[in-house]
């Protein structure tokens, strides 16, 4: 069974800052970053966008 991608949307002030922390610290990989307005990452079957 293939597993299926789950997506999470949420505001932040700092968009950057959250794109750092999540990529640097929770092993997150970078999707797009249309700073300061918009950023998704990925990990495994969860993207936060």
């Not at 299926?4 to 949420?10: C, D, K, L």
């Not at 959250?18 to 640097?24: D, E, L, R």
């Not at 990989?29 to 966008?49: M, Y």
């Amino acid at each position: 069974m293939d597993a299926e991608m789950v997506n999470v949307r949420y505001m932040v002030d700092d968009v950057d800052a959250s794109v750092s922390f999540y990529t640097t610290h929770l092993g997150f990989e970078l999707l797009t970053n249309a700073s300061p307005a918009f950023a998704d990452v990925a990990r495994g079957s969860l993207r936060l966008c």
